[in-house]
């Protein structure tokens, strides 16, 4: 299907993601910089929609950070997604004794962050953080608590800067709101 042929709306643009991701990333660095010569910090990148967010946030952290990504797969059918999460990759060796910070492109139900963390956990860090460039409150099921969040935003469908419709869109420089069909 051809969005370029849907109504498109704005929801934030490269300006104002740029701005907030500044933010966050000064205020990663303020939590973080008391610790800064006694453990790792990583910031682990969950692929592939929080790359461009990713790419730019560790720019704004003014701290040696590590950057790892990971690859997880939910499996069941259905637009929400289930809590049976698989980690398919990961690229780091040990997350042992580090702080780690999970990066994530929006948060939904909220069930493929949880159960990442979970899996984080057991790998014995310090700490994990989840942040997250998107966060549909209305639609969280999971109990998760997310430490960094860039914008809360409505029930609704958007894409670009690594959020994707059917693989395509994650490009875009602009978060843009879409009206799928049948939706
Ligand atoms: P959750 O486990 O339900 O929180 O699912 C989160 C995942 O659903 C995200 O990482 C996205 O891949 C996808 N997702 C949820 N809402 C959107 C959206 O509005 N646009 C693009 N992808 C979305
Ligand atoms: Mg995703």
């Not at 008391?34 to 720019?59: C, M, Q």
Request: aromatic share 8%.
């Amino acid at each position: 299907m051809d969005i370029s042929q849907k109504s498109k709306n704005i929801l934030f643009s490269r300006e104002e993601i740029a701005k907030r991701v500044k933010e966050i990333g000064a205020q990663i660095t303020k939590d973080y910089e008391e610790r800064v010569e006694e453990r790792r910090l990583v910031v682990v990148s969950i692929l592939k929609g929080s790359i461009p967010f990713t790419a730019d946030l560790i720019r704004e952290i003014k701290l040696p950070l590590q950057l790892d990504v990971l690859v997880a797969s939910s499996y069941g059918s259905g637009t929400v997604s289930s809590g049976n999460v698989q980690l398919e990759y990961f690229s780091f060796r040990t997350l042992e004794g580090a702080d780690v910070i999970l990066v994530d492109d929006i948060t939904d139900s909220g069930n493929t962050l949880k159960a990442i963390k979970e899996k984080i956990s057991e790998m014995g860090p310090h700490s994990v953080a989840c942040c997250t460039l998107l966060n549909k409150p209305a639609r969280r099921t999971a109990d998760i608590n997310i430490e960094y969040v860039g914008f809360d935003i409505p029930d609704q469908f958007v894409i670009g800067y690594g959020l994707d419709f059917d693989q395509y869109y994650r490009e875009l420089p602009d978060i843009t709101y879409v009206e799928i069909e049948g939706e």
